[in-house]
């Protein structure tokens, strides 16, 4: 005969192990989820660690880690990964456009560390990301073609004068806590430009004109597949690249780095793309991406990166786009009166003067530029500030809970003791002196007399054989 003790322990203990095993199976899932999103933190945002490790490492490795970083930073991505990805998707489009980047990027840095600008600034890209786009749009805008070394020459002085600039620059906004943007590239590309000309012997530029004629628009002839591809088109003339599959690259460099970042680059670039359609811009344009990368910068610097992203937030930085795209238009059409190239400078004065803006609304909040890092890092930044403001606020309700509490308490005892007075308003059959003191002191200050004739009197006299009210309370 079997034993019903045993038989019950054994189902017990075996019960255990059934729900040790079930609980295990969530446990290892969460533990493999935290393993893989620290291995993801590593690559993405600004990959931190990485910068860390950095810094114990040889000048000409962090050099390169600078250098990269800066490539990063013109679409506001600081990390050396995106970067490497932005040179592949360079160099898909143009080797010498590429050679070109780099260059501008490396000397750049070097002219910052020259000045001693500040050096967590340089390691962040900050002083690259104005060379890149110097050493870039010089090769695109050059009339003498791929591979004329002499351009080297000016496109090495023009991306040193980039941490000048910019540290020029940065003394004037830094007043308004606002940042340089590409104000630097912009204006050293035309004043280069300016100085050459299309009629030169050493650096010839492209001729750009004015439109002088209206363009041919036929909607029965857009063409639909060109059109979607305008969006990576678009963020590819960033960097002045017109292949779609090197705008794709640089898609997926943002996405590394931030998710958040990439969605507002293509919605910048859509955006971009529709306020062509709407002015009626030519079709060429459009499908070359020249509506778009204006939009994109614009997008993403309000679209969570100097502003914690909100859907407020989110409405604004598309708000800007349309804005940006609109001032493009009419600054490509004044520039070209110069036979110059409308650059970056629309995404400056758009996304300048939101930054700008003032509203009473706490869904709108402009981020504090020294804690500017990645949109997903500031958001929790202003998740925490929001949640210790709660706090704090909580804590200075429970103060004034507790001090208005004790105030009640001293107002209650001074107010309620032995007053021995006597007046026909507490019950005594007349009044004295002190009575009518009492009564108009109390009518002054708006005290109320706690009195009720049914209660118990609060002095009893075995002498005279009497109960009197002598201990009376105010309230305040």
């Known amino acids: 005969m079997a034993n019903p003790v045993l038989e019950s322990e054994n189902e017990k203990s075996q019960g255990e192990k059934t729900d040790a095993g079930q609980s295990a199976g969530p446990r290892a899932l969460q533990k493999a989820g935290a393993r893989f999103l620290k291995g993801i933190s590593y690559l993405s945002g600004d990959m931190a660690v990485f910068g860390k490790w950095m810094e114990k490492q040889f000048f000409l490795l962090q050099l390169l880690d600078w250098v990269l970083r800066?490539?990063?930073?013109?679409?506001?991505?600081?990390?050396?990964?995106s970067g490497l990805i932005i040179f592949g998707g360079l160099i898909l489009q143009n080797y010498w456009w590429a050679l070109n980047g780099f260059v501008g990027t490396l000397f750049a840095t070097i002219s910052a560390l020259i000045l001693q600008q500040n050096r967590g600034a340089i390691a962040a890209g900050l002083y690259g990301y104005n060379g890149i786009l110097v050493g870039l749009l010089m090769a695109v805008f050059s009339n003498a073609g791929n591979w004329y070394w002499w351009l080297l020459l000016s496109n090495v002085f023009m991306s040193m004068m980039c941490p000048v600039v910019s540290s020029a620059l940065a003394s004037i906004n830094s007043r308004w806590d606002l940042p340089v943007f590409t104000l630097p590239f912009n204006i050293l590309v035309c004043l280069h430009m300016v100085a050459t000309g299309h009629y030169n012997n050493h650096f010839p530029q492209v001729l750009i004109q004015p439109r002088s004629e209206l363009p041919n628009i036929?909607?029965?002839d857009i063409d639909?597949?060109?059109?979607?591809?305008?969006?990576?088109?678009?963020?590819?003339?960033v960097y002045g690249c017109d292949n779609p599959w090197t705008g794709g690259i640089f898609i997926i460099s943002l996405f590394i780095s931030s998710p958040i970042t990439c969605a507002h680059a293509i919605l910048g670039s859509a955006v971009g793309m529709v306020s062509g359609l709407a002015l009626a811009a030519p079709f060429g344009d459009i499908y070359f991406g020249l509506w778009g990368y204006n939009c994109v910068l614009a997008c993403i610097a309000i679209g969570g990166m100097f502003y914690a992203l909100t859907w407020q937030v989110h409405l604004l930085a598309i708000t800007c786009a349309f804005f940006c795209a609109?001032?493009?238009?009419?600054?490509?059409?004044?520039?070209?009166?110069?036979?110059?190239?409308?650059?970056?400078?629309?995404?400056?004065?758009?996304?300048?003067?939101?930054?700008?803006?003032?509203?009473?609304?706490?869904?709108?909040?402009?981020?504090?530029?020294?804690?500017?890092?990645?949109?997903?890092?500031?958001?929790?930044?202003?998740?925490?500030?929001?949640?210790?403001?709660?706090?704090?606020?909580?804590?200075?309700?429970?103060?004034?809970e507790d001090k208005l509490k004790s105030t009640e308490e001293e107002v209650l005892a001074r107010d309620i003791c032995d007053f021995n007075s006597h007046h026909t308003d507490w019950g005594y059959s007349s009044s004295n002196s002190d009575g009518d003191?009492?009564?108009d002191w109390a009518s002054t200050v708006d005290a109320t007399l706690l009195y009720d004739p049914k209660e118990p009197r609060t002095f009893y006299s075995a002498r005279w054989n009497s109960a009197t009210n002598p201990d009376l309370a105010f309230a305040l």
């Open 218 to 220: 036929t909607w029965a």
């Open 326 to 400: 609109y001032l493009g238009s009419a600054i490509a059409n004044i520039m070209s009166t110069f036979g110059l190239p409308a650059c970056t400078w629309p995404f400056c004065l758009s996304a300048l003067t939101f930054l700008l803006i003032t509203t009473e609304t706490k869904k709108i909040f402009k981020l504090p530029l020294a804690k500017v890092t990645y949109p997903e890092k500031n958001l929790c930044w202003f998740w925490k500030l929001k949640k210790q403001e709660k706090m704090e606020k909580e804590e200075e309700e429970r103060e004034k």
């Open 437 to 439: 003191s009492l009564v």
């Open 224 to 237: 639909i597949a060109k059109l979607f591809t305008s969006v990576p088109v678009g963020i590819g003339q």
């Open 70 to 81: 800066g490539a990063a930073q013109v679409m506001f991505v600081n990390n050396p990964l």
